[in-house]
């Protein structure tokens, strides 16, 4: 019995088959495509197993989007997908469709040191309920409970939650992203489309001048958050870059602090997704973790929750493929 598995984002998609007796840390065939390239996720698929030639009995897809009654329309990609439909047109025995942050949080039982970095060792509740929060493509958060004898995974659209100010600065940065999006989510600021909206709220507000050679990269690029990270951390710095990375990772740490109140995660704090690990030394700085305690009366309950940074680039993935194992 060979396991389709995928990773499905507004970005990229990864696909891998994996076995039984192999394991979701070896997969028996590996390929990564760009999501928005495909009309539907049928001909990805297609293309994917074309190449593989291996064949495939079920499947399991993590997808970003809120999955209900076996149905999800992708958040911030044009793709429908129903788990009937797909059963048939790719002639499986059985489909079974994830949010994508419960695939990131069906792996962290699974999660080896290897995989981590520690910002708050802290001191973990056996048991405790965990979080996860992903900033990508998308915001997403996750948290799993315990039964008395193992972890269950549960979704949430968490990230689409309204964005608190707890400062002046945040307060006009809410005031100018109300007036351009209406409803302001954490996602429009602790996500890959969040970035670019803080450089833009420093910019226009002239908190901070774009460099002429900045302005020439940007011009060249559809997506400005590789290049905007890279002049906060990279060789060539802006002073624009570095603050809006400052107050991304603020803000960040404010909303992984309030699902972990939310959640009560005992058992630790999860941040997964394809940014993180990019900005790991914007992480390991005091900032982060101070906005993740700074909770008032609850500050002491926060400083002993565990805090980590999921390193591994296949953590989705190898979480759909753990959930189709078992």
Request: net charge negative.
């Amino acid at each position: 019995m060979h396991l389709l598995a995928g990773d499905i984002g507004a970005t990229k998609t990864d696909l891998a088959i994996f076995s039984p007796e192999a394991g979701p840390r070896a997969p028996l065939a590996m390929a990564t495509f760009p999501s928005a390239a495909y009309p539907n996720l049928e001909t990805l698929v297609g293309k994917f197993l074309a190449q593989a030639r291996l064949p495939v009995d079920y499947a399991v897809f993590g997808v970003a989007g809120p999955v209900l009654e076996g149905r999800v329309s992708t958040t911030n990609l044009p793709w429908e997908m129903e788990e009937g439909q797909l059963r048939e047109a790719l002639g499986l025995y059985s489909v079974r469709l994830l949010n994508d942050l419960e695939a990131i949080a069906s792996v962290v039982p699974y999660l080896e040191p290897v995989d981590l970095y520690t910002l708050n060792p802290g001191r973990p509740t056996p048991g405790g309920t965990i979080a996860v929060i992903a900033p990508g493509t998308g915001l997403g958060e996750a948290f799993l409970t315990w039964d008395g004898t193992r972890y269950h995974p549960h979704p949430s659209e968490g990230g689409h939650a309204d964005f608190a100010p707890r400062n002046a600065l945040e307060a006009d940065l809410w005031r100018y992203l109300q007036a351009r999006f209406g409803h302001v989510s954490y996602e429009r600021l602790c996500s890959g489309l969040g970035l670019p909206n803080i450089y833009a709220f420093l910019k226009e507000s002239s908190r901070a001048s774009e460099p002429p050679w900045l302005t020439t990269r940007l011009r060249s690029v559809e997506d400005p958050t590789p290049i905007l990270i890279e002049a906060a951390l990279g060789v060539q710095r802006c002073e624009i870059c570095e603050a809006a990375l400052e107050l991304f990772v603020s803000i960040l740490g404010a909303e992984a602090g309030n699902l972990a109140l939310k959640v009560l995660a005992g058992g630790g704090v999860y941040i997964g997704g394809g940014i993180p690990p990019r900005i790991l030394p914007a992480l390991q700085r005091e900032n982060f973790l101070e906005a993740f305690r700074s909770k008032g009366r609850m500050e002491e309950l926060l400083a002993r929750i565990p805090v980590h940074v999921i390193l591994n680039p296949r953590a989705a993935l190898m979480g759909a493929a753990c959930r189709g194992l078992e």
